[in-house]
Each structure stands twice: as structure tokens, then as C-alpha cells.
């Protein structure tokens, strides 16, 4: 289906209040309760993916897949108006330069597009690590796999189902 101000599908999400997709299966086999947040258009941005669910920026996990030299990925996640220093993760994992992986590889490596990237439901098992900040929020928001909905999940659930690194990989605000 291609996505756009696609009401009809909105108002499905919103009745149905479910989706398919792998983050959601995870969810469901697992028995964890979620809120789904459906969107009225996709989002590009943390910012507007944080209106479009009527949550705080702050309470978003943005997620971006890091590549060392080797090809080596670790799934980095931080509150969504903050960015991943990449030297940090480097320097907690002893690798060489670390990047951020292109839209192709991205998709190759989670299975999910760029904008769509959750801690759960990946392709293949993945080191992740997240904030530290992340830890000390008691709801969050994730992707649910799809543009068109984000999902709200305990943050301790999110953290079982995850068993993520916790470190500070913020990039240091002047």
C-alpha cells in the first residue's frame, strides 16, 4: 500500500488499533501491552513524528544502526532530540571508526526502512545499546515497523525484550 495523508488506512489502524508488522508479532507472541499511535501522514522527523502522536520528543527512541570498519553493527538508541555520538558507542565496544550505515544497508541488516527502525522485531539478533536517559522514563515510543504508527510500551518491558547495553551515548550539548 503506498502511504500518503491515506485516511482510510488511518481510520483502519485507529479501529482495528492494530497493525502487522515484525516489532507488532514480537509484541503479541510476547504477550507485552502496547499502545499503538497511528499517523495521519508519515513522519520525517523525530519532531514530527512527535506531534503526529500527540507525545513528548523526549519520550521517543530514535534508533540508528552504526557500522565499524569491519562490518561490525550495533543498533544505537537514544531520546529522540538527541543524537548517538558514534566515539562513544566505539569506545564502549572497542572498535575501530564507527559510521552510520547507509538506507540500503540499513534494510539489509533490521529488515525495516529508515524511519521505521524499532529495537525489536530486527532481522537478525543485533548488539543494542541504549541511553542511559532512556532507562529513566517510564513509557516510550518506538517505531512500529510501518510510517503511518508509532507504538507506546513500558519502558521496563522494552528493556527485557531488548536486553540492551545502558551507557551514555549521547553526544555531549555545548
Known amino acids: 500500500m503506498r502511504y500518503g495523508t491515506n485516511s482510510t488506512y488511518r481510520t483502519m489502524l485507529m479501529q482495528n488499533n492494530s497493525i502487522n508488522t515484525s516489532v507488532t508479532q514480537l509484541l503479541i507472541s510476547e504477550g ?26 523526549q519520550h521517543m527512541v530514535k534508533s540508528i ?9 550495533v543498533l544505537a538508541c537514544v531520546p529522540g532530540p538527541q543524537a548517538v555520538d558514534p566515539k562513544k ?33 530486527l ?11 532512556i532507562a529513566a522514563i517510564e513509557k516510550v515510543n518506538i517505531s512500529s515497523g510501518d510510517r503511518m504508527a508509532g507504538i507506546e510500551i513500558a519502558t521496563d518491558d522494552l528493556l527485557i525484550l531488548c536486553d540492551p547495553m545502558l551507557a551514555d551515548i549521547c553526544r555531549d550539548q555545548l
Open 32 to 57: 507485552v501491552d502496547y499502545r499503538l499511535l497511528p499517523h495521519t501522514k508519515p513522519a520525517k522527523t523525530i519532531a514530527e513524528a512527535a506531534a503526529e502522536r500527540g507525545v513528548d520528543p
Open 123 to 133: 532481522k537478525r539478533p543485533l548488539v543494542i545499546v541504549f541511553d542511559n536517559a
Open 65 to 73: 544502526l552504526l557500522k565499524d570498519m569491519s562490518g561490525f553493527h
Open 89 to 121: 558507542v566505539r569506545a564502549l565496544l572497542g572498535c575501530q571508526r564507527m559510521t552510520c550505515a547507509d538506507a540500503t544497508e540499513v534494510e539489509k541488516v533490521t529488515g525495516l526502512v529508515i524511519g521505521t527502525v524499532a529495537p525489536l522485531g
